[in-house]
């Protein structure tokens, strides 16, 4: 506890100067606004500015990529409520009550409360999540190369679990980002692999460029191809303040939504979207009157806004403690983390404790930015909605070449993201998730190099994986894993079949 | 596009199976460890598995969409896309090769116009010029003098 304490300190004083203050700010700012303007995803906006904080100490760039994370939670719930047009996924279940209230001319108290719930979750996050991760990180320092292959083959097999679509193309997207992750030297043998006798591929593929193309250039060709729609803000905000029926009706969806998000951010695979749509679920099954919900349930608002904030902070657990990205999210801080030389895990505690502390304290910090930033200033928001998206999408383009040029200097990386841009633009329109494919290309180094160092070790060849109890539970679980994901892929017939 | 969905699938099979072959010629291992190419393989027998899962799902489902898989019914969602989303590649293409001749600055602002018209044909070519030319500016000084990186310049020294 006393070591927790004074860490957190130390993380604190070495946040809270003007400078770190800024930035989280700043990303906060950034974060909010692409939360707010429907088309932009946070994943998206994250990559795009991804090259602007290669220049920046590691946790001043941390806690600026955090704040745009979170910024874009909260501020999704402003276009969710307000036009009924979630400004990214994980708002999706608000628009269902919170645009009900707006009708009803409660939108200032679905906002407020969007706002608070995020809030209280967000910071009951960050309190489990000092005391989780540092006794993970003891932990898992014990661990070695075949218990960690076993870890990182546990995450990629649940990012299958949890993806949307398909679990086989979801399969081909793991395969693909661990094909593109071998592009370049071999570290251990110096041979050169799928280069085609190119220089520019000798080093891979930047993954600055892979994931501005996939996220960043991929978004725009999708938006690009329907017609340019206005949007129109009609809705009156009203009191913004919840009355004390709103918080008694609130308290405890917050409650379990904090709970449920901050298990769910967890597990890898699992993220704020997930989290919205099990605790908007979860208390429609709780309520009195279920019919209700969708109608203008506070509820329906207060619970999700709470769980996707919640597992926001408990995603950054898997990746400070054992240095494994959960989502695509935390696989983009912790490419950001690898940019600036420092590798997450659990070492991090122990080399970078200012970095470790400077991460979590910078999360409390933002979240009383973002509470701040959301209330008093969400008439300025809305006024964002009205930027047309024909100057948007132009500047986004620009900003996007040349944040990929500046993280490496190289104009091949251009190339490589424009490729990746139509790659990812093409698989969307058959359902691939490209969240997988970029999970795979951050973990791949490491898994590589953990498989190799397992079977180095071992006597026994691939036998080292069943002979330690660790990595023998870690690989049966995702055999448990795979095996649901058969079963529940069953339950959906084929035509002509009995439902 | 379930024909297309099927090609698809029928792709990461083919690719499977090449990439597999490459790996193997890469060399798997020996006594001193694992090879450049095992780790490749395993990747290309994911691709492969995936790819022919689906395959035979879409084959076992005449073509019809599986439940919850989110293809999109048409490749193009308006007459007009395959014009927009061409001449936006084309527009990028063509800048990121100007980039080494005309720097980034010159290359955006002459660039950024014909995006413009691209995405909103509406716009007069006066107004696409100066919100590109504006634009340019902003993304320059942003990169280029607050943040200090090294842009290449152009003939006009920016």
């Known amino acids: ?499 | 596009m379930p024909g297309l969905d099927v090609g698809v699938s029928l792709f990461w099979v083919l690719f499977g199976l090449a990439l597999g072959q490459q790996s193997i010629a890469l060399g798997l291992g020996g006594p001193g460890g694992p090879g450049s190419g095992m780790f490749p393989l395993l990747a290309a027998l994911l691709i492969f598995a995936g790819g022919a899962g689906s395959l035979v799902q879409s084959l076992l489902r005449h073509g019809a969409p599986v439940p919850g898989d989110p293809v999109e019914e048409r490749f193009w969602p308006e007459p007009r896309s395959a014009m927009r989303v061409g001449l936006l590649i084309l527009v990028m293409a063509a800048m990121i090769f100007a980039v080494p001749y005309l720097g980034f600055a010159l290359s955006g602002a002459i660039g950024m116009p014909l995006l413009l018209r691209t995405i909103a044909p509406h716009f007069s070519w006066w107004l696409a010029v100066l919100v590109g030319v504006i634009a340019a500016a902003c993304v320059h000084l942003l990169f280029a003098v607050l943040l200090g990186t090294p842009l290449p310049r152009g003939p006009l020294g920016f």
């Open chain 1, 1 to 499: 506890m006393e070591g927790i304490l004074s860490g957190l300190g130390g993380g604190f004083a070495a946040i809270l100067n003007l400078s770190t203050l800024y930035y989280i700010f700043i990303g906060s700012l950034i974060g909010t606004l692409i939360g707010v303007l429907p088309g932009i995803g946070p994943l998206a906006a994250l990559s795009l500015l991804l090259p602007t904080t290669v220049a920046l100490p590691p946790v001043v760039s941390i806690a600026m990529l955090s704040a745009i994370f979170y910024g874009s939670m909260y501020g999704g719930s402003i276009t969710s409520i307000l036009v009924n047009i979630p400004g990214e996924a994980a708002s999706v279940v608000t628009c269902l009550d919170g645009y009900a209230m707006a009708r009803q001319g409660r939108a200032g108290a679905a906002l407020g409360m969007a706002a608070l719930g995020s809030f209280i979750a967000g910071t009951f996050g960050i309190v489990i999540l000092c005391f989780f991760s540092p006794a993970l990180s003891t932990f898992a320092i014990r661990l070695g190369p075949p218990e960690y292959c076993g870890l990182m083959v546990l995450g990629l097999v649940c990012t299958i679990l949890m993806i949307q679509g398909s679990a086989l193309k979801g399969m081909v997207m793991i395969g693909l980002g661990a094909a593109f992750a071998t592009l370049g030297m071999d570290a251990v043998t110096g041979e050169f692999r799928f280069t085609f006798n190119t220089i520019e591929l000798t080093a891979g593929v930047e993954i600055v460029a892979v994931v501005i193309g996939l996220f960043g250039v991929a978004e725009i060709l999708a938006n690009v191809e329907q017609s340019e729609a206005g949007i129109a803000v009609k809705m009156k905000i009203g009191k913004l303040w919840p009355t004390r029926s709103d918080w008694k009706a609130s308290w405890k969806p917050i409650l379990r939504g904090s709970g449920l998000g901050f298990a769910v951010g967890l597990v890898p695979g699992g993220g704020p979207v997930t989290a919205s749509f099990l605790s908007y679920a979860a208390e429609r099954r709780m309520a009195d009157d279920p019919s209700s919900f969708g109608k203008g349930r506070i509820e329906g608002v207060a619970g999700p806004e709470a769980a996707n904030n919640a597992a926001v902070s408990s995603g950054m657990i898997p990746l400070l403690s054992l240095g494994i990205p959960g989502n695509a999210v935390t696989a983009l801080l912790m490419g950001a983390l690898i940019i600036n030389g420092v590798q997450p895990g659990p070492m991090l505690i122990v080399e970078h404790p200012d970095i470790f502390w400077g991460v979590i304290a910078s999360l409390y910090v933002g979240n009383v930015i973002l509470l701040i930033l959301n209330l008093p200033l969400v008439g300025l928001w809305v006024q964002l909605l009205r930027v047309p998206y024909s100057i948007l999408f132009p500047t986004i383009v620009l900003l996007a070449m040349v944040g990929t040029y500046s993280a490496n200097r190289n104009i091949f990386d251009l190339w490589v993201m424009l490729s990746f841009g139509v790659l990812g633009w093409f698989l969307r329109k058959f359902g691939y998730e490209l969240a997988p494919l970029v999970l795979a290309f951050v973990l791949s180094p490491l898994l590589e190099q953990s498989l190799r160092q397992s079977l180095v070790m071992s006597p026994d060849g691939a036998m080292i994986f069943l002979q330690r109890p660790v990595a023998a539970g870690l690989l049966a679980a995702c055999a448990v894993i795979l095996l649901l994901v058969v079963v529940r892929r069953r339950a959906i017939p084929l035509p002509g079949e009995p439902t």
